[in-house]
């Protein structure tokens, strides 16, 4: 157990020393005023910043209280991901077992996938109006398609043998489903899943600047270009990076450590 | 071992399969027709490419004779059922079970209760050499391991008769002449009827009693080789060697065949 701690320890300073060190090099581009510090200030500084926007004092402008941003942001993409997490995943397994199924809609999915979310959000505005459904919408639409392909691709990925190997031992297809396909399909969908959260961010970000609800990490961001407060802006933005590796380490993280890195279906970059 | 019994019968059968975008049509198997008995150990040999892996996936109930028909215990065969076992060359184990798991996932798709999975279970480690690999995953066992693995889950629920498609071929030198040695023990405790396809002529000879030899597609059994020697066979028995001799002849023959008519395909498409 004490090695697997030590481990973990390395793996962290491992990752943080990269970080660290461009931290280190624009805090002394900022400082030195090699680049205009109101256009990038110093690391520091926008910390410093972010903790008085975390701290429950008003300080004025559009900033008021930064976990307010976050909480909302973050309600909105869960929303957004969880509808398109349950039915895309449903459908692209459908589509993995079924080529009625897949017949029918790869056509539909292979017109509309090019098309970026952000493309949507005009026409949504009108359906929807300028509110939280409007960017819940286009969070879910960015959320759809790696999950559905991914799925798919999943289910497609287990070979005929393993099928054949359940069936000798007299498997119904409700069985060969549940204990053979949805199992082997796990490493396709959690990648799906990574992108369609990644791709979501992107998205739930974007729309919030322009559908401006007064709440919102991209709307903070972009209101507080209008008063120049580049602090702010960088808070923001540092405050989506930081939710994003959550996601990623925690959430992701650990399920893939319990899932498809145990069973050596996928191996650790780390 | 009850030579009366005739277990799985092959009666004239025939597959042809059809062409596809990628793949020209072709007639795997001209007529096979053979017997095989309970409790016997029947290899099936042949050139590559002969439709002996495609007679063994008829038996299995994998897929379909285009023409005549296979019986198992007298009756025909129509689809997979668990009367039968089956191992693959590549192990084709569940990654995401156990050991333990694999061997039990016929078992607890027949719904067998939870002590039955597990007696069952620790016999079958017993048998073929898996003690203390129980919670182990299947990617951190060796190749030889892993089928070691697929021979028990093959047998945990106890069929009838045993399929095996070249179950030793990816393994190496070494770990595959110690695997024959102590799969000869796991079938004569077990005493089941063996199905074996195979490319080996000396792996054949170790294990069967008897020796089908494929020609090359459109196949037909071309000879049937007994080997009534006792187990553990020895390879320098002047018997052994000349039934070997007799097989390697026979084979001889279909792989020049092979190798002319696939010359010949390339020779066509050049011009």
Redesign the interface.
């Known amino acids: 157990m004490g090695k697997s701690i030590n481990e973990n320890v390395k793996k962290m300073i491992s990752f943080i020393i990269p970080v660290i060190t461009v931290l280190v090099c624009w805090e002394v581009v900022s400082r030195l005023e090699i680049v205009n510090p109101i256009l990038l200030p110093p690391p520091t500084t926008i910390i410093s910043h972010a903790i008085i926007l975390l701290s429950p004092s008003d300080v004025g402008g559009v900033s008021f209280f930064l976990e307010r941003h976050v909480a909302i942001s973050f309600a909105r993409i869960l929303v957004g991901y969880l509808i398109a997490a349950v039915t895309c995943t449903i459908l692209g397994l459908l589509m993995g077992i079924n080529n009625a199924v897949f017949k029918f809609f790869n056509p539909l999915i292979t017109l509309i996938m090019p098309i970026p979310s952000l493309a949507w959000v005009p026409v949504v505005i009108l359906w929807l109006g300028l509110g939280n459904m409007t960017i819940v919408f286009v969070t879910m639409i960015a959320s759809i398609f790696p999950i559905i392909y991914n799925s798919a691709a999943g289910v497609r990925s287990m070979t005929i043998k393993h099928i054949w190997a359940a069936e000798i031992m007299g498997a119904t297809r409700k069985t060969i489903f549940l204990k053979v396909l949805l199992p082997g399909a796990m490493p396709y969908i959690i990648a799906g899943h990574k992108l369609a959260l990644g791709r979501a961010w992107r998205a739930l970000v974007a729309t919030e600047m322009v559908v401006a609800t007064g709440y919102g990490l991209g709307y903070l961001i972009f209101e507080a270009r209008t008063f120049m407060d580049t602090e702010t802006m960088y808070a923001g933005i540092g405050m989506i990076a930081l939710l994003g590796l959550i996601i990623e380490k925690g959430f992701f993280g650990s399920i893939e450590k319990k899932t498809v890195e145990k069973w050596g279906m996928s191996r650790s970059l780390e | 071992m009850n030579k009366s019994n005739v277990k799985i019968r092959a009666k004239k059968v025939k597959k042809h399969f059809h062409s596809t975008p990628f793949t020209p049509g072709v007639t795997a198997l001209q007529e096979i027709s053979l017997d095989v008995h309970e409790g016997e150990f029947a290899a099936l040999i042949g050139p590559s490419g002969c439709g002996k892996s495609t007679f063994l ?1 008829i038996v ?3 897929e379909k004779s285009s023409a005549g028909e296979i019986l198992l215990n007298g009756n025909t065969i129509t ?4 009367d ?3 191992v ?1 060359q ?1 192990y ?1 184990l ?3 079970l156990t050991v333990e798991q694999n061997i039990t ?2 078992l607890e ?2 719904n067998k209760s939870k002590a039955q999975c597990n007696s069952r279970c620790q016999d079958l480690l017993e048998i073929t050499g898996l003690n203390g690999f129980e919670k182990n ?4 066992l060796s190749g030889g391991m892993q089928q070691r693995v697929a021979i028990a ?1 093959a047998l945990a ?1 106890d069929p009838e008769v045993l399929l095996m498609d070249e179950p030793f071929g990816a393994l190496d030198a070494q770990t595959k002449r110690r695997m024959i040695e102590d799969f000869i023990q796991i079938w004569e405790t077990m005493n089941k009827t063996v199905l074996f396809v195979t490319h080996s002529v000396e792996e054949a000879l170790m294990l069967a009693d008897t020796i089908f030899l494929f020609s090359f597609r459109p196949s037909k059994i071309k000879e049937v080789f007994s080997v009534d020697l006792p187990r553990p066979r020895d390879m320098s028995d002047p018997r052994f060697v000349k039934i070997q001799t007799a097989i390697l002849h026979s084979l001889d023959e279909e792989v020049e065949k092979m190798m002319k008519i696939e010359l010949n395909a390339e020779e066509a498409q050049r011009k």
């Open positions: 996936y299995a109930g994998f689809r997979p059922g668990p039968r076992g089956i693959f590549e084709v569940f990654p995401w996932f016929g798709i027949q995953y299947p990617h951190t889950r629920y």
